[in-house]
């Protein structure tokens, strides 16, 4: 018989996932990261959930964070998802390296992600090797439309239950 673990692996490795720049700041710190692990997690009361890497210095900053921004990574937008992603802040400013402005608690707010939120952070939770930060959104801005399937074209499906 299989192990789980292998058949598991093989089975969410197939999964295509949106990913996401996550960027925040402690008061001394700022940081961010590109982040794979996150998902809406409430309708009403809007919560999002976003899961930062415990070996990641962005976790780091994050612990002792208040926000996250979440920003929504564009499809042409490989140069930052590259340095989000393939790049380390113990080593380098990523924020000396693209645009960006000033927002909730100091967050960084990247300039070419202009579809994002920043969530206040309501709770942290051990996930494994990552920590799960539950957001509650207090600022968001949506300038363009993704290729993903639109949550404008889902609030037309009658619920099978109650949300």
Request: aromatic letters at 8%; a negative charge.
């Given at each position: ?91 380098i400013d990523k924020f000396a390296r693209c645009e ?64």
């Amino acid at each position: 018989m299989a192990d789980p673990r292998d058949t598991f692996n093989a089975l969410v490795s197939e999964l295509d996932y949106p990913m996401f720049v996550v960027t925040t700041a402690n008061g001394s710190e700022r940081s961010g990261c590109l982040v794979g692990f996150a998902t809406q997690s409430s309708i009403d009361p809007p919560r999002f959930l976003v899961c930062l890497s415990k070996q990641n210095r962005t976790y780091r900053v994050a612990r002792e964070a208040d926000v996250l921004a979440v920003h929504f990574l564009p499809a042409d937008a490989g140069d930052l998802a590259e340095l989000f992603g393939g790049e380390t802040g113990d080593e380098i400013d990523k924020f000396a390296r693209c645009e960006w402005t000033a927002g909730p608690g100091g967050v960084p707010l990247l300039d070419r992600c202009r579809n994002r939120f920043a969530g206040r952070v309501l709770e942290r939770t051990d996930a494994g090797d990552h920590v799960a930060f539950v957001l509650e959104p207090v600022t968001a801005e949506k300038e363009h439309a993704g290729g993903q399937f639109p949550f404008h074209r889902a609030k037309r499906i009658e619920p099978g239950h109650e949300a």
